[in-house]
């Protein structure tokens, strides 16, 4: 009997003990400051595009501000959904955040009916990073020397003229749907798999003209390639100063930016959403990293969570009404 007291007690003393050391456990990781270990940052588009690139730019600066290691993880495919469900599905502990862009959190539930998630619900905005003016841009020998030419010619030849787009969905497709929209355009749509190869067929004389990102389409136009006919900015680009705005132009519905920013996923604490906006936003400012995205003719971000909620908000009430009103459809 003795010696099963004994056995007794000493159970309940290391039951009492492993109960302590489990209640304990999470109010001590709760006052972890954070970030205490390295972060993942998702990219969900392949690796050498523009978001890629921005993000390696962002991580080493990130890395000083947050005081543990940033790395960027691709995973692309589905028009930016896969990789933007990855992050909508990871813990809430902001050890796994992301790039959310224009067609993911803003046109792809509207363009493709149902989504792995629901941008809205599934997603903390933190900061919005830049936005990406796009150009309209055709070939120097185009007889296209403006926008007025190229309305002009369109309304001729209804349904004769071609305008290339980087896939369906993204800025370089819904830039020129709303150019159609807003004129009453009778315009084929070209898709291509990227801007790249859209640009090349341009160039190559296998489409009339396409709405580019203005990073991209600046070689070609400095270079003579290529004639910019408007920017969908609401101001001229100093980089190329001398194509006015669809705005100067008395078109100033065709305002269009290709913007990206950081989210987290659903539950995400509002302390670490604000620490990781400060930090992004302390990024922006750096001198190299604004550099490089001016140097792009992109405009720089930064501001509150909150701002780019309503970025978001606004920019899905947009492309959704374009998209139902035009019918478009994803082939």
Same mark, same amino acid.
């Given at each position: 009997?003795?010696?099963?007291?004994?056995?007794?007690?000493?159970?309940?003393?290391?039951?009492?003990?492993?109960?302590?050391? /489990?209640?304990c456990?999470?109010?001590? $990781?709760?006052?972890?400051?954070? @970030?205490n270990? %390295?972060?993942?940052?998702?990219?969900?588009?392949?690796?050498?595009?523009?978001?890629?690139?921005?993000?390696?730019?962002?991580?080493?600066?990130?890395?000083?501000?947050?005081?543990?290691?940033?790395?960027?993880?691709? #995973?692309?495919?589905?028009?930016?959904?896969?990789?933007?469900?990855?992050?909508?599905?990871?813990?809430?502990?902001?050890? %796994?955040?992301?790039?959310g862009?224009?067609? @993911?959190?803003?046109?792809?539930?509207?363009?493709?009916?149902?989504?792995?998630?629901?941008?809205?619900?599934?997603?903390?905005?933190?900061?919005? /990073? +830049?936005?990406?003016?796009?150009?309209?841009?055709? !070939?120097?020998?185009?007889?296209?020397?403006?926008?007025?030419? $190229?309305?002009?010619?369109?309304k001729?030849?209804?349904?004769?003229l071609?305008?290339?787009n980087?896939?369906?969905?993204?800025?370089?497709?819904?830039? $020129?749907?709303?150019?159609?929209?807003?004129?009453?355009?009778d315009?084929?749509?070209? @898709?291509?798999?990227?801007?790249?190869?859209?640009?090349?067929?341009?160039?190559?004389?296998?489409?009339?003209?396409?709405?580019?990102? %203005?990073y991209?389409?600046?070689?070609?136009?400095?270079?003579?390639?290529?004639r910019?006919?408007?920017?969908?900015s609401?101001?001229?680009?100093?980089?190329?100063?001398n194509?006015?705005?669809?705005? +100067?132009?008395?078109?100033?519905?065709?305002?269009?930016?290709?913007w990206?920013?950081?989210?987290?996923?659903?539950? %995400?604490?509002?302390?670490?959403?604000a620490?990781?906006?400060?930090?992004?936003n #302390?990024?922006?400012?750096? @001198?190299?990293?604004?550099? #490089? &995205?001016?140097?792009?003719?992109? &405009?720089?971000?930064?501001?509150?969570?909150?701002?780019?909620?309503?970025?978001i908000?606004?920019?899905?009430? !947009?492309?959704?009404?374009? /998209?139902t009103?035009?019918? &478009?459809?994803?082939?």
């Amino acid at each position: 009997m003795s010696f099963s007291i004994t056995r007794t007690r000493a159970s309940f003393t290391a039951l009492a003990l492993a109960c302590a050391a /489990i209640a304990c456990t999470p109010a001590h $990781a709760a006052d972890e400051p954070y @970030p205490n270990h %390295t972060i993942t940052l998702i990219v969900s588009y392949a690796a050498g595009g523009n978001a890629d690139l921005r993000m390696r730019q962002f991580a080493p600066v990130l890395s000083q501000l947050l005081g543990k290691s940033v790395i960027v993880d691709n #995973k692309p495919g589905a028009g930016g959904n896969i990789g933007t469900d990855y992050i909508a599905k990871a813990a809430p502990d902001g050890y %796994t955040i992301g790039v959310g862009s224009f067609a @993911p959190l803003s046109v792809n539930k509207s363009l493709f009916g149902k989504l792995p998630f629901d941008p809205q619900r599934d997603l903390v905005p933190v900061v919005l /990073i +830049e936005k990406g003016p796009m150009v309209l841009m055709t !070939r120097t020998d185009s007889p296209f020397k403006s926008v007025a030419d $190229a309305i002009a010619a369109a309304k001729a030849k209804p349904g004769v003229l071609s305008i290339a787009n980087a896939g369906p969905g993204g800025a370089h497709h819904l830039s $020129a749907e709303l150019f159609k929209d807003a004129l009453g355009l009778d315009i084929i749509d070209v @898709p291509f798999k990227g801007g790249a190869p859209a640009s090349t067929a341009l160039l190559g004389g296998q489409v009339d003209m396409m709405f580019e990102q %203005t990073y991209g389409a600046l070689p070609s136009i400095q270079s003579g390639k290529a004639r910019g006919l408007a920017v969908t900015s609401a101001q001229r680009i100093s980089t190329i100063p001398n194509i006015p705005t669809f705005g +100067e132009l008395g078109y100033k519905s065709i305002e269009v930016s290709n913007w990206m920013g950081i989210v987290t996923p659903r539950g %995400t604490p509002p302390a670490i959403v604000a620490r990781l906006n400060a930090a992004f936003n #302390k990024a922006l400012v750096n @001198p190299e990293v604004r550099e #490089k &995205i001016t140097s792009q003719s992109n &405009i720089p971000g930064g501001g509150t969570a909150e701002e780019f909620t309503q970025l978001i908000n606004a920019e899905s009430v !947009r492309w959704s009404s374009l /998209i139902t009103r035009t019918k &478009i459809k994803v082939e």
